[in-house]
């Protein structure tokens, strides 16, 4: 007798894992992109595979790998670190955002449209 659903998914990501929590040494934010550096899949267990050719077409975020492969954040991290250690992919941080205005200048191009009107 198979068991429900929900008991199936709980155990899948400790399966995937090799019942392992947390990254080995590597730890990604969210939005850490992931960059496939090697086309070798042989010896990586089905959901590795996928995370490196999903990575082959460009870099992907944590968060946008996890969701592809439908597992928790955690889980993926795991993966990656593993996938990392290996030499299968490497990591960069994202684009720095720009620096917000300062609210000075908003004041001042505030006023000057106001102004003009």
């Known amino acids: 007798m198979r068991p429900p659903r929900d ?3 709980l155990v899948r990501p400790h399966v995937v894992t090799g019942g392992r929590a947390h990254p080995s040494r590597n730890v990604f934010d969210l939005v850490t992109l992931v960059i496939a550096v090697s086309d070798r899949t ?3 267990n089905p959901e590795q595979r996928r995370i490196v050719t999903l990575c ?3 870099a992907l975020s944590v968060a946008e ?3 592809h492969l439908r597992l928790p954040v955690g889980v993926a991290r795991v993966l990656l670190s593993d996938l990392m250690d290996s ?4 990591t960069r941080a ?5 620096r917000p205005p300062r609210l000075q200048l908003l ?3 505030l006023d000057g449209l106001r102004a003009r009107l």
Do not use: D, K, M, N
């Open 7 to 9: 008991e199936r998914a």
């Open 42 to 44: 042989t010896g990586l």
């Open 56 to 58: 082959r077409g460009g």
């Open 65 to 67: 790998i996890a969701g």
């Open 87 to 90: 030499g299968h992919v490497t």
């Open 94 to 98: 994202p684009a720095p955002s720009a």
């Open 107 to 109: 004041q001042e191009v």
